[in-house]
């Protein structure tokens, strides 16, 4: 019998590389629990919610910033404003999120990295609409642009903590400023984002 050599033969040693952290992109999509999501908005911060959003400060190149508790929707409806006329830590966050793509590449292809996050998004969007919904319901909001800005941002939370598990640093100390503020929403609140010297937080 006469084998031939198969080009796609090179990239066998690479794909099985990248199946362990196929697996654990899987397994952060499948522990994505929206029991908690939403459930502690304008609650004073605990001492490991304070923790993450100074995580999430200081890692975001803001040390002089402060966590702040917003008390209700229309709070955080008036915070939410505010970041669309103060776009600085938003192009703080793109530098990071640049930086994490480019680590992510160096271990997976784009295919796998497209196929990591769809499925991040899926599992996330199957149960936040519900989910958000009925929390701005409790607190008769019905603002639809906010509770769309509130799915939005839980999002695209989810996606920054996909990828920090696929560029392998969840494991880092203190936590990347993507998977604190992850866990921030993971522990029933909504980081509405930076205003001026302050990180909002319902």
């Known amino acids: ?36 999501w939403f459930a502690r908005l304008g609650e004073p911060l605990d ?7 100074r995580a999430y400060l200081d890692g975001l190149g803001f040390p002089d910033a402060e966590p702040g508790v917003l008390t209700d ?10 970041l669309d006329r103060d776009p600085v830590s938003w192009e703080a966050e793109e530098m990071l999120r640049t930086g994490l793509v480019s680590r992510v590449l160096e271990r997976l292809d784009e295919e796998a ?41 839980l999002a695209q939370a989810a996606n920054g903590a996909a990828l920090v598990i696929l560029a392998e640093a969840e494991d880092d100390q203190p936590p990347h400023p993507f998977l604190a503020r992850w866990r921030l929403f993971a522990r029933g609140r909504w980081p509405v984002g930076i205003a001026g010297s302050t990180y909002n937080i319902l």
């Open 1 to 36: 019998m006469q084998f031939h050599d198969d080009p796609d033969d090179a990239d066998f040693p690479r794909l099985l590389e990248e199946i362990p952290l196929l697996y654990k992109a899987k397994a952060f999509a499948e522990s994505l629990n929206s029991n908690s």
């Open 47 to 53: 001492e490991r919610e304070a923790y993450l959003a």
């Open 73 to 82: 929707w229309e709070e955080a409806a008036g915070a939410a404003e505010t």
């Open 113 to 153: 990295v497209h196929a990591a996050l769809s499925m991040v998004a899926q599992k996330t969007g199957d149960s936040a609409r519900d989910i958000i919904e009925d929390a701005a319901a409790m607190d008769d909001v019905e603002d639809m642009t906010l509770v769309n800005a509130a799915a939005g941002a």
